[in-house]
């Protein structure tokens, strides 16, 4: 067994600057429907579901929007408790299999004027 870590920390200002800009196209291209409720217009979930996303990605060894891997092949849900978990789609489930994939968790956090995310994927290579 392998584990993969990816982590990433945004600015919230960033986000806020980018929604005040491009608003209902960059939900749209970022979020999934899902997404968008649970964040329920709050820059501060935009961005820490952003900052797991970008997590996710680097534990999968890839970017987003490379490897056809795009932002909503990655959603960000929570359990019935409130913790979030990750779903994966289309070329990013594909990834996860290519890496024989066994778990993935994430963590996310906000400070202040920051957001962070820590994703562990379980590999079974």
């Given at each position: 067994m392998k584990i993969s870590c990816g982590l990433d920390l945004l600015e919230i200002s960033r986000i806020e600057r980018v929604l005040t800009k491009h608003g209902e196209r960059f939900l749209a291209r970022v979020y999934?429907?899902?997404?968008?409720?649970?964040?329920?217009?709050?820059?501060?979930?935009?961005a820490g579901y952003f900052a797991a996303k970008e997590a996710t990605a680097k534990a999968l060894g890839?970017?987003?929007?490379?490897?056809?891997?795009?932002?909503?092949?990655?959603?960000?849900?929570?359990?019935d408790k409130g913790a979030p978990?990750?779903?994966?789609?289309?070329?990013a489930k594909t990834r996860y299999l290519e890496?024989?994939?066994?778990?993935?968790a994430i963590s996310i956090t906000?400070?202040?004027?920051?957001?962070a995310?820590?994703?562990?994927?379980?590999r079974g290579d």
């Open positions: 999934t429907p899902k997404e968008i409720v649970t964040c329920a217009k709050k820059a501060e979930s935009y890839t970017g987003l929007m490379t490897d056809g891997i795009k932002f909503t092949d990655i959603e960000i849900l929570k359990d978990y990750v779903a994966l789609h289309d070329a890496l024989n994939g066994q778990d993935i906000h400070e202040r004027s920051y957001a995310a820590v994703c562990y994927l379980l």
